[in-house]
């Protein structure tokens, strides 16, 4: 196991205009670690992914990356081609909306297969076959394998999503609002397929929901985000069994019994 | 001559809740608590309910922030302040070393009871295959009858789901064991379970801190007490 931070973030900011969508933060993740943000919408959480994951360009900031070599970059001083090497083969990018991470007119098969020839796979009946491996895993029919995703249901839809995310054995997946829009078997579903997975191959995520139980659930360590600023951070059981901040502890007293 | 370490020290841990949407009323619930456990010693936690045992318990296990003092854990050779450990090294003492186990199962949604046995077994880097029939075994001391085994346990009785918890908290073998209540509602049969468990882990030198309101268990099991009250503050 390898004790360095494999994603490191400084202070980082967004201002949309004179609006601000995020100030300074902070991170480190570590493999195989899962960590959640979460706050109510507009509370920066996205924002903060989004820089994470480098879709849009902090107005502060940086963010530092430990490549599979060893080395350590800083991902905006990174050229646009290794960066978008790293985003198809050792990053993996969950939308909430399945119809963003798909291909909705390319099969099945054929969407999982597509991340698989990015990283040099030219063997048709090889990439076949770990399309049909990764359907299984993700617990859609094999049969299905040449249906495109206009046909599955929208559970179905994320499951796909996932399976050609984590085809390539990324180390790092980020997840924005992985369960939203689902219903809640079909989340649950969903969530035990995520921590199973997540777990076996030690991948590190990085999990935006409003969901404390999903948050729960999937993670390690928990952001709690407020008006763009991180006010609350720690082992996930720590910040939901005993929160300190006024937010915090408004957040996690609003949750409805089961 | 060299003097056993302990497995667990505790000094003035001191723990206060801030009820902010409660106007920001202090509650303070333990002042200076100060104990230690030494391998191959079951201390039992002593006090009415309320007294804060159970806090005891979590503020150890790091679920509850430590305010002020030391919780000291020690384990495969380094010692870790988890009071004022970062989470991930929480997170490691809790996989290789600390075990916490309550009556009440956090059920994991279509998880087979099997599974979820395995699971601590499993992170602890144990093979699937010889940390499943460890699981078995154990559910099957726990009088878990095999048809449930590849069941979720959502739907399981009270009991059942205790056992399934208790299997599970009790199986990795963990240096130091934190037990709330794990006999309470249990039939005689499996209390016994528990007790022969319990004594078994002691001999393979765990240090355990118990609470325990059956009197007979905690005469069973207890080497040392400690009275909660004792550092309860001053209403």
Known sequence: MNDEPLLIAEGLTKHYGRQLGCRDASLELYEGEVMAVVGE????????????????????????????????QDLWTMSEP???FLLRTDWGYVHQDPQLGLRMGVSAGGNVGERLMAVGNRNYASIRTTAADWLGRVEIPQS????????????MR???????????????????????????????RLLDLLRRIVSEMRIAAIVVTHDLAVARLLSDRIMVMKGGEVIEAGLTDQ????????????LVSSILPA | MKIAMNALTLTD???TFTMHLQGGLRLPVLRNVTFAAAPGQCLVLTGPSGAGKSSVLKLIYGNYRCDHGHILVSAG?????????????ILSVRQRALGYVTQFLRAVPRVSALDIVAEPLMSKGVARDEATARAAAMLKRFNVPDRLWSLPPSTFSGGEQQRINLARGLLPEHPILLLDEPTASLDANNRAVVVDIIRERKAQGAAIVAIV??????????????DVTLFATAA
């Not at chain 1, 990324?170 to 989340?187: A, K, N, Y």
């Not at chain 2, 309101?213 to 400690?226: G, L, Q, T």
Request: proline share 6%; charged share 25%.
């Open chain 2, 213 to 226: 309101h059956d009197d007979a268990v905690r005469a069973d099991i207890a080497d040392i007490a400690v």
């Open chain 1, 82 to 84: 290794a960066r978008r």
């Open chain 1, 41 to 72: 919408s507009g509370s920066g959480k996205t924002t903060l992914l989004q820089m994470l994951s480098t879709q849009i360009e902090p107005s502060a900031g940086r963010v530092l990356y430990r490549m599979r070599d060893g080395s350590v």
């Open chain 1, 144 to 155: 299905r394998i040449d249906d495109t995703p206009r046909t599955y249901s929208g559970g």
């Open chain 1, 239 to 250: 910040v939901l069994d005993d929160p300190n901040q006024p937010y915090t502890q408004l």
């Open chain 1, 158 to 188: 994320q499951r796909l999503q996932i399976a050609r995310n984590l085809v390539t054995a990324p180390r790092l997946i980020f997840m924005d609002e992985p369960t939203g829009g689902l219903d809640v078997s079909v989340q649950a």
């Open chain 2, 13 to 15: 841990v001191t723990k």
């Open chain 2, 77 to 89: 050779g380094s010692t870790v302040d988890i009071a004022s450990a970062a989470p991930r090294e």
